[in-house]
C-alpha cells in the first residue's frame, strides 16, 4: 500500500508541475497579447488623431517666427518649420515658397520636404544660409506658403538673424 501513495504523489507532483507549465506558457501568451494589443493602440492612436478641422484642408505651424540673435560669421544656420495638418483633406502647398528679404541681403534657397500634406501629418520646410564678413548687420527673411486653406491660404515665416564679426 505505501507504494501505491508513493505513486499516487509522484503522479501528483507531475500533474501539478505540468499544470504550472501550462499556466506559465498561457500567462506568458497573454502578457505578449496584452503588450502587443497596447503597443498598436498607441501607434493607431497617434496617427488617428480626431482633425480640428473638418471639410477643408487646415494649416498649423507651431513655431512661425525663428530668431537666432546674435551669430558670428561664418556660422551655418538652418531653420526648420514643421507644417501640419490639422484638417481632415489634404493640404496642398500651392507654389514653391518665396523668400522675401525684408532687411539685409542674400535670400536663401527654400527645401521643402513635400507639397502635399495629409490630414494628421507633418512636413519640414527649412533654410540654409551663412553669412561672411561684409554681409553683417541685422537680416529678416520673411517666407511666405501659399495653400489651399480656405481660412488661412497664406502663411508668414520669419527667420531673423544679425551677424557680427
Known sequence: MSN??????????????RQTSVYLIGGIVL???????????IVVSSNTTPPQVTGSARIQVEQTLIDYGDMKYGTHVN???????????????LNSP????????CPPNVQLSTKTINPGETATLSINFTMTEGMGGPHQFNIELRTNDP???SKQLIVLSNWVA
Not at 531653420?79 to 493640404?91: A, T
Open 79 to 93: 531653420p526648420v518649420f514643421q507644417v501640419r495638418n490639422v484638417g481632415d483633406q489634404p493640404l496642398l502647398i
Open 4 to 17: 501505491h501513495k508513493r505513486r499516487g504523489k509522484t503522479t501528483t507532483k507531475r500533474q501539478s508541475s
Open 151 to 153: 481660412h488661412e491660404p
Open 98 to 105: 518665396k523668400v522675401q528679404v525684408v532687411k539685409g541681403c
Open 31 to 41: 502578457l505578449a497579447v496584452v503588450v502587443f494589443i497596447v503597443a498598436r493602440g
